[in-house]
């Protein structure tokens, strides 16, 4: 389904009952975020601000959850659109024998041709106002975080185009902006737009920008999606709509844009230009990403429609609205995954704890021994899968839906001593934990249930005796630097427990590890993550979340075998701590959590009753601001 426009999606949203207009006056620095934070972690709304104090008004949380994510995408399940990629591909690839069978085809390559983006002519609905004298402060750009450097757009389609092929590739990356007609661009190094500037760097042009906001839902996921170079990221748009994008000629650049758009911002990048200093920035990992030099964007032109409204987004401590946008890529990518590479793959998981890029879940039918590593090396050799810290390989006999009865057949199948993996590589650029930006270790595990070639000797899976249950006291009687444990998934059969620990001592993690893993407490214990005292790990999922984010898996893992430990489980222990230069020679700054400012959570409580979003919602900040390390951004050396 197309929608026509942003607004014909937002009354789709209202009548199902999925969008909360909201009146108020509501600052975008700092209050929209504290609102939405506390909206999208009780699986609320989607919110439209309508008095934001500039001319337009503010939509946000319009894909944060999975029904809303498949209104956008126009669709009753996101595995719809992997089961259509499937069928084509099928249908377009299977034998064509006679003239019949080839001639049966036109209709369809006549309906794919109809999907194709078209530049038309004349003006958009997206150019019913030009102002060529262009003034960001008239849009509500939000300041999300207490400590970002400014006002971020973050939701913004962001065209450019190769200078020597003419090819177009549609990205999202975040823009701070620093004045009425300047920001930051903020493209890693991996990604095409990034090319597009050293291309235009060599041949000494200024670089044609153009960023759309609004428009059809379907714009702003196909600029996220991960697309292999040179697929045009309207021919995805226009295959799931089932409908062409209508692209029109910016006023000022070189650069088309789709026509229904609610706002463009027209302009360039000139490669001879000093880069500016950005950041930082509330990102995706629930940590902010802190602040480095990226290339300026000089607006010449800002076009609208009469009625636009502006769409936003946050990003933090998870779950937030990106987890559902990154659901739908995993569930769309499944199909030509599993169709050009890994034909045995059934299934994938990207746990929202995991932020995308930390930690995924695949599920393969398998057949033979070694399966699952093969499986772990092409995936890391797959697009952006090649950022995926940690990998987990399960077989066909598991619903990994169910994340207890998965979690207990990786424990069940996983031998520390056989089944790992560890390896190297690049990571995403907003890893932290990585001694080096952007390179890291990898971690495989193989929870295959193992053919008999796959196994040590003499050594046979078995469950975790649940009746075998570490006391804290005990522990803390020998190791009084221990502060909690989180036993909570040993009482339901899953070997891994939670440590946390004051650390004060140079290879303290290793030191107390080596030492309680000879225990008898610990003899059936296989995994083992330690974590910092602030950390309240009394939900797993925080604390899943917080040591998928601080280890680099590489540097901070400890294999132990059976023999070390006095055991027949050997044991893999995770150090997910904080990393110090005095006590662990990391050199990197450490970035803080994300959290609110106390007058601004003083400021929503007391609006609260005047928003119409129902009973009361404390602010998430008041369960993370115990762990949260003090300072700025960054924690204080």
């Known amino acids: 389904m197309a929608y026509k426009n942003l607004q014909e999606f937002i009354s789709a949203l209202e009548k199902a009952g999925e969008l909360v207009r909201i009146k108020t006056y509501v600052n975008p620095e700092l209050e929209i975020t504290e609102i939405t934070d506390r909206v999208s972690k009780q699986d609320g709304p989607a919110l439209l601000f309508e008095n934001t104090g500039t001319p337009f008004p503010l939509l946000i949380n319009s894909m944060g959850s999975y029904k809303r994510m498949c209104m956008a995408l126009g669709v009753k399940d996101m595995d719809d ?137 379907v714009y702003t996921y196909a600029a996220t999606a991960p697309l292999p170079d040179g697929i045009d990221e309207y021919m995805l748009a226009g295959f799931i709509r089932k409908k062409k994008v209508e692209l029109v000629q910016c006023i000022t650049q070189d650069v088309q844009v789709p026509a229904d758009a609610d706002i463009i911002i027209e302009g360039y990048v000139d490669p001879e230009e000093e880069f500016i200093w950005e950041g930082p920035f509330g990102d995706h990992t629930g940590y902010y990403s802190l602040p480095d030099w990226y290339p300026r964007f000089h607006v010449t032109c800002i076009t609208h429609r009469k009625d636009a409204v502006y769409p936003s987004t946050i990003v933090g401590i998870p779950p937030q609205e990106d987890a559902w946008i990154g659901k739908a890529t995993e569930r769309i990518f499944l199909a030509p995954i599993k169709m050009t590479m890994v034909p045995e793959i059934m299934d994938m998981e990207l746990p929202i704890e995991g932020v995308f890029h930390n930690l995924a879940i695949v599920q393969i039918e398998k057949s033979y021994p070694g399966q699952a590593l093969k499986v772990m090396n092409s995936l890391w050799g797959a697009g952006q899968m090649m950022f995926t810290k940690m990998m987990v390989v399960v ?92 036993t909570s998934l040993l009482e339901q059969g899953i070997s891994l427990i939670f440590i946390t620990l004051k650390k004060s001592i140079p290879g303290q ?129």
């Open 81 to 217: 659109i992997s089961q259509d990629i499937e069928a084509l591909f099928k249908e377009l690839t299977s034998p064509k024998e006679s003239i019949v069978d080839k001639l049966k085809m036109l209709p369809r390559l006549g309906k794919i041709a109809s999907w194709m983006p078209k530049v038309i002519s004349g003006k958009g609905e997206c150019q019913q106002v030009i102002n060529l004298k262009p003034d960001l402060s008239q849009i509500p750009v939000m300041k999300c975080w207490p400590e970002d450097g400014g006002p971020f757009i973050t939701l913004p389609v962001i065209h450019t185009k190769d200078p020597n092929t003419g090819i177009r590739n549609v990205g999202m990356y975040r823009m701070q902006v620093f004045d009425k007609d300047l920001t930051a661009l903020h493209w890693h190094r991996h990604k095409v737009s990034a090319r597009h500037f050293e291309e235009y760097k060599k041949l000494g042009k200024k670089m044609p920008v153009a960023v759309a906001l609004g428009g059809d839902p």
């Open 395 to 486: 077989d066909q006999h598991v619903n990994i839906r169910d994340q207890v009865a998965l979690a207990k057949y990786v424990s069940d199948n996983f031998d520390p001593e056989q089944d790992l993996v560890v390896s190297q590589g690049p990571t995403d650029v907003l890893d932290h934990s990585c001694s080096k930006m952007a390179f890291g270790g990898k971690l495989g595990i193989d929870a295959t249930k193992k053919f008999a070639e796959e196994l040590r000797p003499a050594y046979q899976p078995k469950p975790y005796p649940t009746a075998q249950i570490p006391d804290l006291q005990t522990i803390k009687t020998a190791y009084p630097e221990i502060a909690a444990l989180n």
């Open 509 to 637: 993690v290793k030191k107390v590890a080596k030492g309680i893993s000879l225990m008898p407490e610990f003899s059936s214990v296989k995994v083992m993550i330690f974590l910092d005292d602030l950390i309240d790990i009394s939900r797993v999922g925080d604390a899943l979340w917080r040591f998928s984010n601080n280890t680099d898996v590489k540097r901070d893992h400890l294999l132990l075998t059976g023999e070390d430990c006095n055991s027949a489980e050997g044991k893999l222990i995770l150090d997910g701590t904080r990393k110090t230069k005095d006590l662990d020679g990391f050199q990197r700054d450490w970035p803080n959590i994300l959290i609110s400012d106390d007058a601004t959570v003083a400021r929503i409580d007391e609006i609260w009753s005047q928003l119409g979003l129902g009973p009361f919602v404390p602010s998430p900040t008041l369960r993370y601001k115990p762990q949260y390390d003090g300072g700025g951004a960054s924690v204080p050396a």
